[in-house]
Every structure is written in C-alpha cells, then in structure tokens.
C-alpha cells in the first residue's frame, strides 16, 4: 500500500469515526430539554455542514494529482481539524 492509500484510508477512517461519534451525540441531544433541545439542533446542522465540507475535501483528496497532492492534504486536513474541534467542543457542551 503507498503512503498516498494509507494516508487516505486512515483519514477516512478518522471521519467515518467522527461521524458515528456525532450520531451518537444527536441521539442524547434529543433527550435534553426543549429549551437546549434547539439550541443542540443547531449546532449540529453545523457539525453535519463540517462534516459534509470534510467529506468533500476528502473527496478532492482522492482524485487529487500528484502535482497537487500536497496542497490538498494540508487543506483536507485543515478542514478535518475544524471539524474535531467543533466536534469536541460541542460533546463537551452536551
């Protein structure tokens, strides 16, 4: 396996990850009460905005060419980071 494939196979394990993690999190957001029941709701139409975008750039990751593979792992995993930031910003909320 070249280091491009363990690189992206390990990424998208980390979201694969990071998105079950977030279905698991929405699941006891919905048992809180009304009142930051709305509040948990948004934030997680953000978080899944996060996740999408990072899905994307994963994406634009695979189908990158060697000239720009640099370039896009340092973007992917800016994108990546933000989101386990939010992420684990939000968890620590709930």
């Known amino acids: 396996m070249s280091k491009r494939d363990e690189y992206t196979a390990k990424l998208k394990l980390q979201l694969d990850e990071l998105n079950a993690k977030m279905d698991t999190l929405e699941a006891k957001t919905a048992e809180a009460k009304a009142d930051a029941h709305d509040a948990y709701k948004a934030e997680m139409a953000k978080l899944r905005h996060q996740s999408k975008l990072a899905g994307v750039k994963y994406q634009e990751l695979?189908?990158?060419g060697e000239d720009t593979w640099d370039k896009m792992v340092a973007e992917?995993?800016?994108?990546?980071?933000a989101f386990i930031h939010s992420f684990s910003y939000f968890k620590s909320q709930v």
């Open 62 to 64: 695979m189908e990158a």
């Open 76 to 81: 992917t995993e800016k994108v990546r980071d």
